[in-house]
């Protein structure tokens, strides 16, 4: 075996040096990659990185419940499912879409249309079902159809307290009422949170909250249930036995300025608002501004008491000729001679009231009108709360002058008179209202001086007694006093001939006043239209039931309020 | 030198351990966390409904119909109900 020695081979040093510099430059090449990655746009990566799985998750926060003064649920929101679909991704057999129809409850036709445009990345196939037709859905197991969950309101009160509460919209935003007014505090904030998801799209992981949810606030408002409702079902009586166009009511609470009812009719069903129209909307009681008539006359009377031009004795010249002023003359239907001013009240009349304020300063008739809170919102933050209409005292001629007196050329809204009336009731003091319960006795602004306000409440007193316009208001047990109203209403300018709004205010019980009533009656057009006959016996019905349920003593004999006889009852002028 | 790299070794294997135990757990007490989420979403479901319920059959429009109708009570004439003060109380 002959060997050969390997032949020494000397390779050129150049070639060995070019692969090192090779080698180093492409690490150099490499190291620079990596820092551009890692320095210069390691945000961008990162973010592109976290949104294959992480993924941000809404988290609802529950609006709070409208409840009233005794914790009964007026508005709940509960969770529904909302089913939506990619209709790109849906692949389901015709029977498939109809079973789906069926139990979301909507048209198939109408499914398979909105389904039809593939181009659309979302699309709402019902909204707001319940979770055990949403349920029932999901188990068909369908391709492309999700669900998400959304909060609905529920009313129970339905139409007693629709006005009041008011609706939200869809997407729980307040609309109207309550729910508008306090949008603030009753809507909740929604959080987030960051969550890590899987390939199938289950969340395996919470990585942090970002903003926790917030929930709503309650808000126990000062509505009574128990009064509420009997105020809606005398009210809605009254209305359809007259045939009357609408109608309202408000009940106070005299100590403390709350609302315990407040309803209009014609009312609506809040949880199903399908076929609503403008005139079931109406929260009449507080957006719609009427001429009050003759429920106005106490304030022209106190008026002159407290100026001392007149006592509640003196006696006011009447004549059966009517009262004169410029052009125009007053009349009233029944004249008399004479009648003192605590008659004047009690029946009503036209001229009496006329002939007192023509004796009245109209700069000091205009400011206790408006210190008695005409012309200026009520201030419950309730949403189109009407100012009514009370002109300069600087415009009014004598015959305005005369024919606001007993309520004419001067408008309100029905929670107006009825705030106004606390004058009376609380002593010459009005009464901040609130919608919202409140504890403490509310502190008034004294409009009036005590022996004043006490004495005009006697002649309310004298106004629901045999003789007076209001006996109809009577009720066994406690004394009542009020003044009824009624009032031809305006059209094109003038007044309708044969077109009225029936009206009574009144406060119960008489020796010391608890609750204001006032009840407003739009066109009752069944033959009847004065306000003590069609306003008053409403007035009687709550005012009794209002007073049993919370309790006040009684302050009359207990004996049976007949209804007035032949001759017993006056009917006022209009 | 070889029994101090030995010694880390075996710190570095027990704390990979508990990262995995940890781990476990978390996605374990995650778990948990959704089933009672979803629990508590039943649960709201169901008080929500509870509460309809509750409103609807306490109704004050049905219990007069009730009480007049099927138990044939009626309210009370004034001359029947005693109110009675509490000293103190309005």
Known sequence: MSSVAPALVRLPVWRARFVMAGLVGAFAVLAGRSLYLQAMHTDFLQEKGEARYSRVLEVPGTRGRV????????????????????????????????????????????????????SRDFVYLKRQIAPEAAERAAQLGLAGIYQHREYRRYYPG???????????????????????AFEASLGGTPGSRRVIKDRRGRVVEDIESIRAAQDGRDLALSIDGKIQSLAHAALKAAVTA?????????????????????????????????????????????????????????????????????????SVHIGTSGL?????????????????????????????????????????????????????????????????????????????????????????????????????????????????????????????SAQTAREVRAMLELAVQPGGTGPRARIMGWRVAGKTGTAHKQENGGYAADKYIASFVGLAPASAPRLVVAVMIDEPSNGQYFGGVVAAPVFAEVARGALRSLGVPYDAPLEPVPLPGEGEEAWEST | MAKLNLLLLLVLVVCALGLVTSQHKARKLFSELERAQARAHDLEVEFGKLQLEASTWALHARIERVATGTLGMRTPDARQVRVIGVAGAP
């Open chain 1, 67 to 118: 409840l009233d003064r005794n914790g009964e649920a007026l508005a709940i929101s509960t969770p529904v499912q909302s089913v939506w679909a990619i209709p790109g991704d849906v692949d389901a057999t015709p029977a498939q879409l109809r079973k789906l129809a069926t139990l979301i409850g909507t048209d198939a036709r109408e499914l398979s249309r909105k389904l039809s445009d593939p």
């Open chain 1, 158 to 180: 339905g139409e007693v307290t629709a006005h009041v509460v008011g609706f939200t919209g869809v997407d729980e935003a307040g609309q109207e009422g309550i729910e508008l």
């Open chain 1, 242 to 314: 007259h045939k009357a166009r609408a109608g309202a009511i408000v009940v106070l609470d005299v100590r403390t300025g709350e609302v315990l009812a407040l309803a209009n009719a014609p009312s609506f069903n809040p949880n199903n608002r399908a076929r609503l129209s403008g005139a079931q909307l109406r929260n009449r009681a507080l957006t719609d501004i009427f001429e009050p008539g003759s429920t106005l006359k106490p304030f022209t009377i106190a008026l002159a008491l407290e100026s001392g031009r007149v006592s509640p004795a003196s």
């Open chain 1, 324 to 448: 004169r002023v410029a052009n125009h003359t007053i009349h009233d239907p029944h004249p008399e001679t004479a009648l003192t001013v605590a008659q004047v009240i009690q029946k009503s009349s036209n001229v009496g009231a006329a002939r007192i304020a023509l004796a009245l300063h109209r700069e000091d008739m205009w400011s206790f009108f408006q210190r008695a809170g005409f012309g200026a919102q009520p201030g419950l933050g309730f949403p189109g709360e009407a100012a009514g209409m009370l002109r300069p005292a600087a415009t009014w001629r004598p015959i305005e002058q005369a024919t606001m007196a007993y309520g004419h050329g001067i408008s309100v809204s029905l929670m107006q008179l009825a705030r106004a009336y606390t004058v009376f009731a609380r002593d010459g003091e009005l009464v901040p209202l609130s919608l919202v319960k409140s504890a403490v006795p509310a502190a008034g602004t004294r409009v009036l």
